[in-house]
């Protein structure tokens, strides 16, 4: 069982910048491999980025390709987002997940309860 916990989340002006933490509880973090994802009012979840377990692969959704990344520390069992030149389009909450059987098809087995990220223009 793996219990994942979001923070960083708030209110940033556009074309600032947050960092997103997720703290992730049991000794079989550096086993897993992470991902975030979002979800807007009224839309449907997506993808945002993910990195393997080892942390030496990482994937971006194109609309956060060059202003996003994540990375991880396994030593704090800690994963993050940091999110530059954000955006209006980038409001929503994001939600931190773990997995350790799907990476190909992009399946996860837990998730975190997600924190708001709100972006003003």
């Known amino acids: 069982q793996v219990q994942l916990v979001e923070s960083g989340g708030g209110l940033v002006q556009a074309g600032g910048s947050l960092r997103l933490s997720c703290a992730a509880s049991?000794?079989?973090?550096?086993?897993?491999?992470m991902g975030w994802f979002r979800q807007a009012p009224g839309k449907e979840r997506e993808f945002v980025a993910r990195?393997?377990?080892?942390?030496?692969?990482?994937d971006y959704a194109d609309s956060v390709k060059g202003r996003f990344t994540i990375s991880r520390d396994s030593a704090k069992n800690t994963v993050y987002l940091q999110m530059n030149s954000l955006k209006p389009e980038d409001t929503a909450v994001y939600y931190c997940?773990?997995?350790?059987?799907?990476?190909?098809?992009?399946?996860?087995?837990?998730w975190g309860q997600g924190t708001q990220v709100t972006v003003s223009s």
């Open positions: 990195i393997s377990a080892l942390g030496s692969t990482t």
């Open positions: 997940a773990a997995g350790n059987s799907g990476w190909a098809r992009g399946s996860y087995d837990y």
């Open positions: 049991g000794r079989t973090f550096s086993s897993y491999y």
